[in-house]
């Protein structure tokens, strides 16, 4: 395994830990100010997520570049399937466009729920799998590959179809483009004891990301109660021996959606929590 208690180039910010992923949230830093801020860290890389893009795409991920970090990853594209989904795939193929304007290597797909006239999930896996393969060619061709992120099983329904790696690789499979694969999260599967026979069956080329986090014993808000690493119950070495056993050595993003703590918290003593936990806990 990697070790970070004195490297933490592969550490990557992923804005929503400053609580950028959601209108009313966090302390609205603009870009510049969370890529300075990383970058005197030490950080190697950064995660947007497209509300705080808007037209600045190249801008923004040139700002990256000469601040001496890579944008890791663009979080994400509009639901594929489910009720909430757009119609159409236009959306879809805008945040690939970007993607590729930031120079992001990795945009982050998370499904949508189960389609509207169908029951549990595997027929909205086939139908998530078609429509994944047909943005699949658009992302190549710019140089993105799509990263299906497989979410918390209390997730489905509304959210997801895929609950594990595995229903992500089945997927994946299914869409069969080279250029996609799994988003592995913390938050999303430190609970499954098969976790490292799904990534086995992903394969090193189709591990897109890591993210990192923690799953607080007492969790008492679903989607926004993430802990900081270290502080709840995920084993964080033991999931990142599975990851890299598989064969990840990419970059290792900290998403914690904390609506009630850590976004409360003065982002520049966040960022520098979250490097501290980086070294010593995960
Ligand atoms: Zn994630």
């Given at each position: 395994?990697?070790?970070?208690?004195?490297?933490?180039?592969?550490?990557?910010?992923?804005?929503?830990?400053?609580?950028?992923?959601?209108?009313?949230?966090?302390?609205?830093?603009?870009?510049?100010?969370?890529?300075?801020?990383?970058?005197?860290?030490?950080?190697?890389?950064?995660?947007?997520?497209?509300?705080?893009?808007?037209?600045?795409?190249?801008?923004?991920?040139?700002?990256?570049?000469?601040?001496?970090?890579?944008?890791?990853?663009?979080?994400?594209?509009?639901?594929?399937?489910?009720?909430?989904?757009?119609?159409?795939?236009?959306?879809?193929?805008?945040?690939?466009?970007?993607?590729?304007?930031?120079?992001?290597?990795?945009?982050?797909?998370?499904?949508?729920?189960?389609?509207?006239?169908?029951?549990?999930?595997?027929?909205?896996?086939?139908?998530?799998?078609?429509?994944?393969?047909?943005?699949?060619?658009?992302?190549?061709?710019?140089?993105?590959?799509?990263?299906?992120?497989?979410?918390?099983?209390?997730?489905?329904?509304?959210?997801?179809?895929?609950?594990?790696?595995?229903?992500?690789?089945?997927?994946?499979?299914?869409?069969?483009?080279?250029?996609?694969?799994?988003?592995v999260?913390?938050?999303?599967v430190?609970?499954?004891?098969?976790l490292a026979?799904?990534l086995a069956?992903?394969?090193?080329?189709?591990?897109?990301?890591?993210?990192?986090?923690?799953?607080?014993?007492?969790?008492?808000?679903?989607?926004?109660?993430?802990?900081?690493?270290?502080?709840?119950?995920?084993?964080?070495?033991v999931l990142r021996a599975a990851v890299e056993g598989a064969?990840?050595?990419?970059?290792?993003?900290?998403?914690?959606?904390?609506?009630?703590?850590?976004?409360?918290?003065?982002?520049?003593?966040?960022?520098?929590?979250?490097?501290?936990?980086?070294?010593?806990?995960?």
């Amino acid at each position: 395994m990697r070790d970070f208690s004195q490297d933490i180039s592969a550490l990557a910010l992923n804005t929503a830990t400053l609580g950028h992923n959601l209108d009313g949230y966090g302390a609205g830093w603009p870009p510049e100010r969370v890529i300075d801020a990383c970058a005197a860290r030490g950080l190697g890389g950064i995660v947007f997520w497209r509300r705080e893009i808007g037209r600045r795409s190249v801008e923004i991920g040139d700002r990256v570049r000469a601040a001496g970090m890579q944008v890791v990853g663009l979080c994400r594209t509009p639901y594929l399937v489910g009720r909430d989904a757009p119609a159409g795939l236009d959306e879809a193929k805008a945040s690939i466009d970007m993607a590729a304007g930031l120079g992001a290597p990795v945009l982050t797909i998370v499904t949508g729920g189960t389609e509207p006239g169908t029951k549990g999930v595997l027929e909205s896996q086939k139908i998530l799998a078609e429509r994944v393969a047909a943005i699949a060619g658009y992302a190549s061709e710019r140089g993105v590959k799509l990263a299906l992120e497989p979410l918390n099983p209390m997730f489905g329904g509304n959210r997801t179809v895929l609950m594990t790696v595995a229903d992500a690789v089945r997927v994946c499979d299914m869409a069969g483009a080279p250029n996609v694969g799994v988003a592995v999260d913390v938050y999303h599967v430190w609970w499954d004891s098969a976790l490292a026979e799904g990534l086995a069956a992903a394969g090193p080329d189709r591990i897109l990301g890591y993210h990192l986090c923690d799953w607080l014993e007492n969790t008492r808000d679903m989607l926004l109660d993430r802990g900081m690493m270290g502080d709840g119950v995920a084993d964080l070495k033991v999931l990142r021996a599975a990851v890299e056993g598989a064969g990840y050595a990419g970059p290792c993003e900290v998403e914690v959606f904390s609506s009630s703590d850590w976004w409360r918290r003065d982002p520049s003593a966040v960022l520098d929590v979250m490097v501290d936990r980086f070294r010593t806990v995960c």
